[in-house]
């Protein structure tokens, strides 16, 4: 089946830096990938929806300032944590979607856990 | 617009039992449901999903749903609980091609007791 990788799967930051987390497609083109977040024993929720070569749609109450989302070819799509704050720890997951896959198939990473100091 | 609900945060039930776990869900469109599953610090597995055709979907891991459009339900079932079935399981709905984004019920915890 079609594998989607996130890296790296851990990073622990002191506050105010910067954070990127990598989501890639292994073996099939993501014309359209999806980040979620993740709080500890609660659900997913959608953040944003990246499409390749096009600017991300940010999901209502997501600052796209602070969460900056590239998705410069069909097989990455990479988040970047702009001045992470303690409140930014969560675990962030991404799937992707094909132009060639069934409808509906989403093919999920298996996740990045930030931790900020 | 999509929403999903599933009843009970947390199921216990003993190893060799009925697994069932509930979802609700609400849809504007003809729906596509699917179940995952997720251990822990990891990412989600697919179940099983819905789209068209037969409403009894069969699944991986001996697992089952059945899509009733006039109770807007997918529940989850196993006709008998293992011990590596405890997990978080997830049920999403999303609006079929128009979009693909799933939304997510709040997951369900199953504890599965030796």
């Known amino acids: 089946g079609a594998v989607v990788s996130q890296h790296p799967s851990w990073v622990i930051c002191k506050s105010g830096t910067s954070v990127k987390i990598e989501c890639r497609s292994l073996?099939?083109?993501?014309?359209?990938m999806f980040w979620y977040r993740q709080f500890p024993k609660q659900s997913l929720m959608l953040m944003a929806t990246s499409n390749e070569g096009s600017k991300a749609t940010y999901e209502q109450g997501v600052e796209k300032d602070k969460f900056l989302i590239n998705h410069a070819s069909l097989t990455l799509s990479t988040l970047t944590v702009t001045s992470a704050h303690p409140e930014d720890s969560s675990f962030y997951i991404c799937?992707?979607?094909?132009?060639?896959?069934?409808?509906?198939?989403?093919?999920f990473g298996e996740g990045s856990r930030l931790t900020v100091l | 617009a999509q929403s999903v609900t599933q009843l009970g945060s947390h199921v216990s039930v003993s190893e060799g039992a009925l697994v069932l776990l509930r979802c609700n869900y609400s849809s504007s469109v003809p729906p596509y449901l699917f179940w995952y599953v997720q251990y822990p610090n990891q990412g989600l597995q697919l179940l099983l999903k819905?789209?068209?055709?037969?409403?009894l979907v069969k699944g991986i891991n001996g697992f089952e749903a059945e899509f009733k459009k006039s109770e807007t339900s997918f529940h989850l079932t196993k006709p008998s609980a293992h011990m590596s079935d405890a997990a978080e399981y997830f049920c999403?709905?999303?609006?079929?091609?128009?979009?693909?984004?799933?939304?997510f019920g709040s997951g369900t915890r199953l504890q599965v007791q030796p």
């Open positions: 073996d099939f083109q993501a014309t359209t």
């Open positions: 819905y789209t068209t055709g037969a409403t």
């Open positions: 999403a709905v999303s609006g079929g091609t128009g979009r693909r984004a799933l939304t």
């Open positions: 799937s992707a979607s094909s132009s060639g896959s069934l409808a509906g198939e989403l093919f």
